[in-house]
């Protein structure tokens, strides 16, 4: 056993490890359970300076009031606990003002029954006072309020140690190492408290007066080492839980060892601990293996570029990234392809040592969707100005030369040429504003006989005539007016390039139609290339099969050229047909 002096020295450790705590704690107020920690750890100095008071009684009734004065400050402990661990497992609602105002009543009056136990003797009773190893000791009878209150603090102690225990199991791993440090410090003074409750006489001096402050100092010290207290990684799995970017993890041993809500669909059941060539995705799997693990495997699927920063300084940013960006198709459980971009980043220790690779997924599909939708619009914007600069001049040019010959001779029939090719500027100018056309359609179902006779009224036939093999009931999903500027320009299409006396043939099936006619045909060279702008014969503007399948697309149709047709005849395929109740 320690002789008296020992264990006041460790009485006395206790209570100078308390202050500094409590200071430690009190500096980091701003901070979740910090005010609540700080008092706590008053209160554990508090009996400290109790218990070293006690060891100078000389009798029961002056060790009973040092005793007493010790249980005050045992009274604060369990609801200064439980508000700690409410707010360090950011449980607001059991450390609000009620909270506490309630937890503040009770322990008033469990502190006021102890401060008159000596009248009423429900909290302690009668003890015979002797030295045990030099330590004044007396085995005061335990009343009913003593009990009351043990019951009402274990209660208290333990509703905290589950919310810091259901925190550390929920923390995410490179971080349970900070909810390690808070669960020791529930569960060490919860048991140390229950050994001097159940064997009084074992022990010189109630543990916890010893216990707290040390679990106490080990919090203090998480708050500078690990930031036990910093909201930051308290909240960090439920962070990384509801951002949208994938988060991986990785150990310097190639193992997965996190990760976030959005990526587990590409992981496997159980994935944490697998070494990452294990992993579900074999895209995935490869990408890994290649960055972290030894060898020389080459990932699938995979296009590094630079990254995308400002400046080379920005480029490397000193976190164990090489600046740059990979671009990785991922196969999902639903079976639906994802581009992610994906960056890595090295965590390491203060000697700069690498522990591990973090990696983070950007969604962009609908992004590279977007840049491929941008690619498509250049092109024909490209298209565009050589229809502009070649097809537009081309008539300005006849113009001015009839303009030119009729001042010179001043015979009115130059004027004629004039206006013809001013007429065939307006098409071409209304043919590249049909065509410029990028807002969606607006859909509705369409009499597909009405559109096909609208459009064949709309446009110069001459001799042509229309057969038209579609009942009157058929309708589609279209937008009309879109629809009918796709038949102008496909009877057009007919009568320019397929005689005087072409007959155009208009037919439709379950989900296509199509437009055809006696002619000619077209060159078999030309194939799909007759929807380029600027594939025309004689007369054309060059621009009215681009626009159809301009229209086409915005409804999501095809169009194709029916090779084995005698004539022209031009096939839209994918069209959505509705009752002709629906119209």
């Not at 990254?307 to 990785?328: I, N, Q, R, T, Y």
């Not at 498509?376 to 113009?399: K, M, T, Y």
């Not at 000619?520 to 009215?544: K, R």
């Amino acid at each position: 056993m320690f002789p008296r002096a020992d264990v006041a020295a460790v009485v006395a450790a206790a209570l100078v490890v308390a202050v500094w705590a409590a200071t430690v704690a009190w500096r980091h107020r701003e901070e979740r359970g910090a005010v609540a920690l700080a008092t706590l750890l008053m209160a554990a100095a508090w009996t400290a300076l109790a218990t070293l008071g006690g060891f100078t009684a000389e009798g029961a009734d002056q060790l009973l009031v040092w005793r007493q004065l010790r249980q005050v400050g045992f009274v604060v402990f369990a609801p200064a606990f439980l508000l700690f661990c409410a707010r360090y497992a950011e449980v607001d609602r059991l450390a609000g003002r009620r909270t506490v105002a309630g937890l503040g009543v009770v322990a008033a009056l469990i502190a006021a029954g102890i401060a008159t136990t000596h009248l009423h003797g429900l909290f302690y009773g009668v003890g015979e006072f002797r030295l045990v190893a030099g330590v004044p000791r007396a085995d005061f009878e335990r009343g009913p309020l003593f009990w009351v209150h043990i019951l009402y603090a274990y209660v208290l102690v333990a509703t905290g140690t589950v919310l810091v225990v259901r925190r550390a199991i929920r923390t995410r791993h490179l971080f349970r190492r900070q909810a390690a440090v808070v669960v020791a410090f529930a569960l060490v003074p919860w048991a140390s408290n229950v050994v001097a409750v159940a064997t009084p006489s074992a022990v010189l001096v109630d543990p916890t007066v010893v216990t707290v402050p040390v679990a106490g100092a080990l919090v203090a010290v998480g708050v500078y080492r690990y930031r036990v207290l910093d909201a930051a990684p308290v909240a960090r799995g439920i962070v990384l839980d509801h951002i949208d970017d994938g988060v991986l993890v990785v150990d310097h041993d190639g193992s997965l060892v996190d990760y976030n809500r959005t990526m587990w669909r590409y992981l496997g059941p159980n994935p944490v601990g697998k070494p990452v060539r294990e992993l579900r995705s074999d895209p995935l799997s490869e990408y890994l293996a290649a960055r972290e693990g030894p060898g020389t495997v080459e990932a699938s699927n995979l296009e590094r570029r630079p990254d995308d920063a400002d400046d080379e300084d920005d480029a490397d940013d000193g976190d164990g990234g090489d600046g740059a960006v990979d671009s990785l198709s991922l196969l999902d459980a639903t079976g639906e392809t994802r581009t992610f971009d994906v960056r890595r980043s090295g965590m390491t220790d203060t000697t700069g040592a690498e522990l591990a690779a973090v990696y983070l997924f950007r969604d962009v599909t609908k992004r590279r969707e977007r840049e491929a939708q941008l690619r498509r619009r250049n092109e024909e914007l490209d298209r565009f100005a050589g229809v502009v600069s070649h097809d537009l001049r081309n008539p300005l040019a006849v113009a001015d030369g009839y303009l030119d010959l009729a001042r010179e001779t001043g015979e009115a029939n130059h004027f004629e040429r004039v206006e013809g090719a001013h007429d065939r500027l307006d098409a071409i100018i209304s043919d590249l504003l049909a065509l410029a056309r990028t807002d969606e359609p607006t859909v509705a179902p369409v009499r597909l006989a009405e559109s096909v006779r609208g459009a064949w009224r709309h446009v110069d036939t001459a001799s042509a005539s229309l057969s038209l093999d579609v009942a009157e009931d058929v309708v589609v999903l279209a937008d009309s007016a879109r629809l009918d500027r796709l038949f102008e320009n496909l009877v057009r299409n007919a009568v320019e390039h397929g005689g005087d006396d072409v007959t155009v043939t208009v037919e439709a099936g379950d989900d296509w139609f199509a437009v055809g006619d006696d002619g000619p045909g077209l060159p078999a060279d030309l194939g799909e290339a007759a929807f380029d702008e600027g594939a025309s014969g004689d007369g054309g503007t060059g621009i009215g099969l681009a626009i159809v399948r301009s229209v086409a697309e915005a409804h999501g149709w095809t169009v194709e050229v029916d090779e084995a047709a005698t004539g022209a005849r031009f096939v839209v395929r994918g069209v959505e047909r509705r009752s002709s109740d629906e119209q």
